[in-house]
Nanobody
Framework: QVQLVESGGGLVQAGDSLRLSCAASGRTFSNYSMGWFRQAPGKEREFVAA????????AYADSVKGRFTISRDNAKNTMYLQMNDLKPEDTAVYHCAAGPSIAALLRVKYDYWGQGTQVTVSS
């Protein structure tokens, strides 16, 4: 069992930045690739970014590439999503998730997920 808790969301204006955190407890954090997903009202959950177990490989959705940076600190059992130049279309509930590989996460397949943190970007 892995428990994931997101934090760091909030209400910001377009162009602002936020850093989301995902704190993990339970199974060894470093055994999992990790990812961020988001879901806006009335829309399906979509992939945002993922990072491999050791942090050496990353993947990003085209919509956030160049603006968002995913990272992890395995010693602290924590994953981060630095979000810069936020846009109104980034507004969503952001969830972190743990899965067996980046490839699985890219297909929105994961074993554990958190409750989410709300990010709202006004224009």
């Amino acid at each position: 069992q892995v428990q994931l808790v997101e934090s760091g969301g909030g209400l910001v204006q377009a162009g602002d930045s936020l850093r989301l955190s995902c704190a993990a407890s339970g199974r060894t954090f470093s055994n999992y690739s990790m990812g961020w997903f988001r879901q806006a009202p009335g829309k399906e959950r979509e992939f945002v970014a993922a990072i491999s177990r050791g942090g050496t490989n990353t993947a990003y959705a085209d919509s956030v590439k160049g603006r968002f940076t995913i990272s992890r600190d395995n010693a602290k059992n924590t994953m981060y999503l630095q979000m810069n130049d936020l846009k109104p279309e980034d507004t969503a509930v952001y969830h972190c998730a743990a899965g067996p590989s980046i490839a699985a996460l890219l297909r929105v397949k994961y074993d554990y997920w958190g409750q989410g943190t709300q990010v709202t970007v006004s224009s």
